[in-house]
Nanobody
Framework: QVQLVESGGGSVQAGGSLRLSCAAS????????MGWFRQAPGKEREKVAT????????YYADPVKGRFTISQDNVKSALFLQMNNLKPEDTAMYYCAAARRSCGGGGITAGYFADWGLGTQVTVSS
């Protein structure tokens, strides 16, 4: 099992930036894909970005392409999400997740992520 703890959320105005962090601990040796998801009130959970822990290949959902950047520090077992030019529609609870399978070029679905953090809230005001 992998324990995940997110941090870095907060309230910003539209156009602002935030950097989310996710600290991973436990059995991280067989984690092959890490991802960021988000869920806004009344909406379904949405995949935001994924990264392959071995090759570093990334995937971004269309709404965040060009604005968000996912990265990792394998030495420190940490995952990051740099969010720039934030928009009110980015307001959501953001979750870090770990999967013991390939990201599949970004095609991996939420059900394959076995471990989840408790989330960090991001609020963007207009």
């Amino acid at each position: 099992q992998v324990q995940l703890v997110e941090s870095g959320g907060g309230s910003v105005q539209a156009g602002g930036s935030l950097r989310l962090s996710c600290a991973a601990s436990g059995n991280t040796y067989n984690v092959y894909c890490m991802g960021w998801f988000r869920q806004a009130p009344g909406k379904e959970r949405e995949k935001v970005a994924t990264i392959s822990t071995l090759g570093g290949s990334t995937y971004y959902a269309d709404p965040v392409k060009g604005r968000f950047t996912i990265s990792q520090d394998n030495v420190k077992s940490a995952l990051f999400l740099q969010m720039n030019n934030l928009k009110p529609e980015d307001t959501a609870m953001y979750y870090c997740a770990a999967a013991r399978r390939s990201c599949g070029g970004g095609g991996i679905t939420a059900g394959y992520f076995a471990d989840w953090g408790l989330g960090t809230q991001v609020t963007v005001s207009s």
